[in-house]
């Protein structure tokens, strides 16, 4: 990440993507540039396939 400003890291479920968005780029900054970037967290997901894939492994 390159550039000059803030960067604000909140986390809240997928559902509340849009209301965050709103709220932010009505209220937080005033007269500032607001750019949103959502991402995801994959961790529990990526556990559960490796967990899956080693357990395929024992079993052949």
Do not use: C, H
């Amino acid at each position: 990440m390159m550039g000059i400003g803030q960067v604000v890291t909140v986390r809240f479920p997928a559902s509340r993507l849009a209301e965050v968005n709103l709220a932010l780029e009505n209220t937080a900054w005033g007269s500032y540039k607001t750019e949103f970037y959502p991402t995801y967290d994959f961790k529990a997901i990526a556990q559960a396939e490796q967990n899956k894939a080693q357990q395929t492994q024992t079993a052949q």
